[in-house]
C-alpha cells in the first residue's frame, strides 16, 4: 500500500521518545538539547559595571555641562576592569574608570572619556578632569541583572545550545550541563554491486556512495553514526548483519527495497521480527521505503539510489533523530519563483534538487539539472528542494513554488 509523505512522517514520529538525559561538559554541549529547564543562581552581570572607559560621577554634579562651560571634579583613583573600588565618590568628584570595572559606591553615572578632557598634566594636585556633558543618573551604567535576574528560567528544556547559549551557561558558571542523550544510527548498504570505498574497481562494481553520505547525514544531525559496512544480496548475510544494528536506536539499510528480484531486504527484516508499517511512499525519489520496529530500534529500508536514499533521509530519518534528542524539525518551506517548467505526476509528491537564491525581493529557484535519482551530483549542487505537492501536474516559469532549504 502507497501511503502520502505525511501520513509516512506521521507514522514515524508518533511512537518516538526524547531518549534520556546524560550529562556533558560545556565545551561539548554544542548542539545539544537541554534535558531540563535552567535557572539563574546569579545576577548577570553580577555587579553595577561601568559600559564605558570614562569617569564615574554624581550626575547631579554635572547638571548644565556643556563644551562652552564644563564643570571640572576633582579625581579621587582609578577602577580597571576586575577591581573592587574602595572609595566613595563625594560631591564634586569622580574615578576614572575601565569598560566592565565595579561602579563605586556614590557614583550614579558614567561619562565616557570623550566627553572630557584632563588637565595637561597628572602632577597637578588635585588632578582635574573638565566633564563637558550632562548625563543622566545610570547613564553608562550596566546594572546588576539587567540581563538576567537570579531565579530567572533562562532556557526551557528542549532548546539547542549554540555557542551564545553556551556561553551564557558558562556566564552562570555551569561547567556541565544535562542534554539528550544521542541516538545511535548503524549504516548497512546491500548489494552484491557494491564494493566500499578503499577497494579496487572492478566490473560491474560500484562503490558505496550511500554509506558514507548516511553516515555524513546521521552525524550532521547530531546522531552517532556506526558503520556495518556491506551486505551481499543473500538472505542470510542480510539477516546477520542487520541484526548488528539492533541495538542501536536507529537502523539505516539502503538498497534491496524496491521490487527486483534481488530486492530481499523488506522480507528478511519481516523474516527477524520486523514489524513493517509501510513500504511504499507516494514520492519521488524515494518511492521504496520500508520502516518498521524491532524492539526498541527503528528500521529504515532506504532505497538504493544515491538520491533517493538521502532524500528520504532528509524528511524521514532527520525528524525521527531530531525527536529523539528532544528538537523540533522546524526547517518549514518558502516561498519561490520557479525558473524552468516542469512537467509531474499527479498523485505523487516531487522533490526535486535545486539551487535558491534571494533576488530582488524574491527566493528564485532552479532545478540543478537532470533529476534522476542516481545522480549524486544534483544533491551536491543543491541548496534546497523544490517540494511540488501531490495535486499538482505541472509547474510553469514564473509560478511560485514550495522550497525546502538543505
Ligand atoms: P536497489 O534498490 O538495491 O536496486 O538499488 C537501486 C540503485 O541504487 C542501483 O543502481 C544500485 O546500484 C544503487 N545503489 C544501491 N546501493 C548503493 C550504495 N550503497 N551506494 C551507491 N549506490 C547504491
Ligand atoms: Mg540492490
Known sequence: MMISVQEAQGIILKGIKVLGPEVVKLENALGRALAEDVYSNSDIPSFDNSA?????????????????SPKALEVIGDIKAGDVPKKTVKGGQAMRIMTGAPVPR????????EETEKPETRVQKPELVKIFKEVEKGENIRKAGEDIKRGECVFQKGARLTS??????ASLGQAEVKVAKRPTVAVLATGDELIDVDEK????????????TLLGEAASCGAIPKNLGIA?????????????????????????????????????????GTDIKFWKIAMRPGKPLAFGTIKDTLVFGLPGNPVSSMVS???????????????NDDKGEVDAVIGEDIEKK?????FLRAITRWDNGNFVTNTTGPQGSGILKSMALANSLIVLPEEVEKAEKGDKVKVRFL
Do not use: W
Open 52 to 68: 564605558m572607559d570614562g569617569y564615574a560621577i554624581r550626575a547631579e554634579d554635572v547638571r548644565g555641562s556643556s563644551r562652552q
Open 106 to 113: 556614590g557614583a550614579d553615572a558614567v561619562v565616557m572619556v
Open 164 to 169: 551564545a547559549h553556551i556561553g551564557l551557561l
Open 201 to 212: 574497481a572492478r566490473p560491474g562494481k560500484i562503490r558505496s556512495s550511500n554509506t558514507y
Open 232 to 272: 551481499k544480496d543473500d538472505p542470510g548475510e542480510l539477516a546477520k548483519k542487520i541484526r548488528k544494528g539492533l541495538g542501536c536506536d536507529i537502523l539505516l539499510t539502503s538498497g534491496g527495497v524496491s521490487v527486483g528480484d534481488y530486492d530481499l531486504v523488506k522480507d528478511v527484516l519481516a523474516g527477524i
Open 313 to 327: 533521509f532528509e524528511l524521514f530519518v532527520r525528524p525521527a533523530i531530531l525527536k529523539m534528542l528532544g528538537q
Open 346 to 350: 499527479a498523485g505523487i509528491r516531487y
